[in-house]
Structure formats: structure tokens, C-alpha cells
């Protein structure tokens, strides 16, 4: 009768135990992660300063790039903190409400890494094929129709993956991971996760996925409406372009390796794969906003103006 109690029980709290094989050398870690971090807030912020204060940097490619570093900005806050406190003073433990509340948080901003990037992708197509219908197209009223649709996509799907895990019953409690991620959680319960993986699944392919997907329709067609106008290709153009792409490749990259190392599990370690999660979240948040501040010439001038120094573009 009592193992049929305990059988029956459900954990509502649990712990991180993410880089827990390391013993006393896991506090070092407190170290990079916070310099990352500290790298991740200041870029942003800068690039968010810049930006909002600059009012030849009110177009929409400059706005389209601060809701990019919004995104960058928040990602790190929802997570870190916490990760920080927990290798610093080994303060481990989760509630289950705190757990989910930090999956839908973390999984909805995530969510618009990919979809703010397609709408810089919309941006610059509408930019370069179609230059004289730019403004139009580009419109606050007009835009919002590509607008609205994914913002209700990224809701109902991360609501219902973040609900269907939370509503499980968990057998086990340990978490192997520095933070609530979505599969580290439901791998802990006790009946079949087969729903929970199908949503997960679903989640990436039609949000992050297909994004990517009509992302690169997008570049095509601008690729090709550079290089086959007569004269040497819009330089400007394929400039932001190609910085734009950059930052594709690199969040790309860092979501694919995320998700692999969790489909993969058997082939890669505990340690490895939960370095490989945080770096999905920190990596693109200390690049991307150092990319648009190097490679955009009118952010690279502003900056370089906020800080005390003379561009060389003037």
C-alpha cells in the first residue's frame, strides 16, 4: 500500500543538476557565464540605445534589428540569473510552477528568433525586388498582416507544449539540465512522453523550421534580383544581406546543435549537451548585436559617434 502511495506521488519540485559531474569545479563555470552574461546585457542595451535614440535609425530594418536584440536581451534574463545563482551558491532547486513558467517564458521569447528574422527577410525582399511598392508594403497597417499570424502561431504552440508538460506526473526529480527545458522536464515523468515529443517537434518545424524555410525563399529571390540587374550588383544591398545571413547561419547553427543534442543524447554527454543549450541562448546574444554594429554602416556610425570616435565612413 505505501509503494502504491509513493508510485502515485508527484514531484512538484525539483532540482538542476546540470553540470553536476564536474563536483567542486563546477562553481568555476560562474565565471565565463557571467562575463557572457554581463557581454549579452551591454551589447544590446547599446544597440537598443542607438537605435531608439537615433532618429535616422528609425526605419524598419533598424527597428526589425532592435526587436532582434529585444529578443537577445530578454533571452539571457529569463535564464541566466538563476543559472548564475545555482553554480555560485549551489542553489538547485525548482518548483514546478517556476519550472514552467520559465519554459513558456524562455520557449515564446525563443520562438521570435527565427520570426523577427524572416520579417528582416520580408523587409529586404520587399526592399530590393520590389523597390517602388516598398513604402506601401512596408506600411505599419499593411506589415501587420505579416505581423499577426506567427505572433498567434509562437502563442498556441508554445502554450499547449508548455501546458501538456506541466499537466505530467514526475517520477524523478533531477532536472539534467541548468534550466527548465522543455524535454529535460518531461523525460522525468512517469507515463509515455510520446504526445510531448510530437508537440516539441511540432513546435520547431513550424515555427523555427519553416521560418528558415521562407527565409531562404526570401534570400533567393533577392539574390537573384541582385546579380541579375544590368551593372555591377547594389553593393549596399548585398551588404546587409549578407549580414543578415550571418546571423541566420549562427542562430541556425546553435538551434540545430540544441536540438541534436537532445535527439542524440546516447552520443553525447550530460556536461556537453547542457553547455550546448546555454550556449544556444548566450552565443547569438553576444554576436549578433556586435555583427549589426560592425557590418551596418549607419549603427556603426552612430556608435562610433556615441563613444567618442570618428567614423571613417564620413
Known sequence: ??????????????????????????????????????????????????????????????????????????????????????????????SLEGCVVQMFCMNFTGSFQSTVLFWMALDRYFAICTPLFYHKRMAFHTFLSFVIPPVIRNIILTTLMVSLAGRKTFCFNRISHCFCEHLALVQLSCGDITINNVVGLVYVFVISVLDFVLISASYVFVFFSIFSKSGKPNMKALNTVVTHIIVIIVSLTFLLIAILSYRLKNSISPNNRVFLSTMYLLFPSCFNPIIYGIRTKEIRKQSLKCIGFTSSDE
Open 1 to 94: 500500500m505505501e509503494q502504491a502511495l509513493v508510485m502515485n506521488a508527484s514531484y512538484t519540485h525539483f532540482i538542476l543538476d546540470g553540470f553536476s559531474d564536474l563536483g567542486e569545479l563546477r562553481p568555476l563555470l560562474f565565471i565565463p557565464y557571467l562575463f557572457m552574461f554581463i557581454l549579452s546585457i551591454a551589447a544590446n542595451i547599446f544597440l537598443l540605445y542607438i537605435i531608439i535614440s537615433t532618429r535616422a535609425l528609425h526605419s524598419p530594418m533598424c527597428i526589425l534589428i532592435a526587436l532582434i536584440a529585444c529578443v537577445d536581451l530578454l533571452l539571457p534574463v529569463i535564464v541566466v540569473p538563476n543559472m548564475l545563482v545555482s553554480l555560485a551558491f549551489n542553489l538547485r532547486d525548482i
